[in-house]
């Protein structure tokens, strides 16, 4: 068995792999439609490939699988489930079901070089960029678990996915090609805490996913005390950037604003927020803090982040506020991985 992982190829790749190995490129959509859609486990199943061009590509080629090591499922139907990887670090992913949709929530790093104080991911550092085969796996890999396809995908676990961009925009491209998961564009989300080069970047890539940006907070000075990002890209010069994001009609930008008592809560705070969020087409996403270890920050009172809305929706603003999901699996960003739990079966 050869040591490139299919799973790591975008079909150009795969092209240029065929036809090393003397074949013709419509093979790669077939390997493509092999291992993404019927999620074969070993290059001998792909029976419409001849045997000879399966021996050769098993020579160089192989397909990886996660394995899930932990799994919690909460009351409230939120499953958290967690992967080690080959090199023995974890990540983590929430499986969302909510009526017909499924919305898995999946990691791009071992840890984050970004330290937002909010964040547990965060707090122990960096360790290394996600291969494009280790989150495309994740999605394959819940879907053999649950024996049901993954409707929605937001980039929302461990990472910031615009850190490790090449891997990401490749997965991101297997999931919406007609060969690969077949997902909807508009029913990806990818988040970023703003690093800008990247939101520019991926604006030109034109994949017309949805873009999510963790705001937190419209005064800069409060920004750089909770996201160190901030000092390298300020808020305007983010504004800046997503007013240049190619929206698809009817389409907006989501912004996350984590909810944080005293730090960016009042009203103070959404007068503010309106003023910076003019002429930017956008819904936002009122968050109410996860407490985590290690930080004495306090989530907002449920009437202040209710006044909050309010103020924002009186000026004809979409607003929701997300439902902590899962909290009594620790469904909440990094703390599966953090929770020092047994391994089940
Ligand atoms: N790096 C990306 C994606 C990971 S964070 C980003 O920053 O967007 C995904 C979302 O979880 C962000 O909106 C972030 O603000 C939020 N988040 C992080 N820690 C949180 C916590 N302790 N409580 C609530 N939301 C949190």
């Known amino acids: 068995m050869g040591n490139v992982d299919l799973k790591n190829l975008s079909l150009q790749e795969m092209e240029n792999l065929i036809s090393q190995l003397g074949e013709r490129s419509y093979r790669a959509y077939q390997i493509f439609e092999w291992v993404f859609q019927k999620d074969a486990g070993d290059i001998r199943e792909m029976t419409n490939l001849p045997l000879k061009f399966r021996n050769s590509l098993s020579e160089l080629a192989c397909t990886k699988r996660l394995p899930i090591t932990d799994k919690r499922v909460s009351k409230d139907g939120t499953r958290k489930y967690l992967f080690v990887l080959e090199d023995g670090n974890t990540i983590e992913n929430v499986l969302i079901p909510d009526e017909e949709k499924r919305t898995l929530c999946i990691s791009t790093q071992v840890g984050c070089k970004l330290n937002c104080s909010f964040c547990l991911t965060g707090k122990g550092g960096f360790v290394r960029n996600l291969k494009t085969s280790e989150i495309i796996e994740q999605v394959l890999s819940i879907c053999r678990e649950i024996q049901e396809n993954i409707t929605n995908i937001v980039f929302m676990g461990m990472g910031e996915p615009l850190d490790n961009y090449e891997n990401v925009i490749k997965t991101i491209k297997i999931m919406i090609s007609p060969h690969g998961l077949k997902i909807p564009a508009r029913r990806i989300t990818l988040s970023t805490a703003g690093i800008v080069p990247g939101i520019i970047r991926l604006a030109g890539e034109n994949l017309k996913i949805n873009l999510a940006v963790s705001l937190n907070t419209a005064d800069n000075e409060t920004r750089d005390g909770?996201?160190?990002?901030?000092?390298?890209?300020?808020?305007?010069?983010?504004?800046?950037?997503?007013?240049?994001?190619?929206?698809?009609?009817?389409?907006?930008?989501?912004?996350?604003?984590?909810?944080?008592?005293?730090?960016?809560?009042?009203?103070?705070?959404?007068?503010?927020?309106?003023?910076?969020?003019?002429?930017?087409?956008?819904?936002?996403?009122?968050?109410?803090?996860?407490?985590?270890?290690?930080?004495?920050?306090?989530?907002?009172?449920?009437?202040?982040?209710?006044?909050?809305?309010?103020?924002?929706?009186?000026?004809?603003?979409?607003?929701?506020?997300?439902?902590?999901?899962g909290a009594d699996i620790w469904a909440a960003c990094g703390q599966l991985r953090s929770s020092k739990m047994t391994i089940k079966d």
């Open 226 to 325: 909770i996201m160190p990002v901030n000092k390298k890209y300020p808020i305007d010069k983010l504004l800046e950037a997503l007013k240049e994001y190619p929206l698809p009609p009817g389409r907006r930008i989501t912004f996350e604003y984590v909810m944080m008592k005293g730090i960016n809560d009042t009203i103070e705070d959404a007068k503010r927020l309106l003023k910076i969020l003019k002429g930017i087409r956008c819904k936002i996403n009122l968050i109410p803090f996860n407490k985590i270890e290690g930080s004495n920050l306090e989530p907002s009172h449920p009437e202040s982040i209710e006044e909050f809305q309010n103020l924002l929706v009186s000026k004809h603003y979409t607003v929701i506020i997300r439902k902590s999901k």
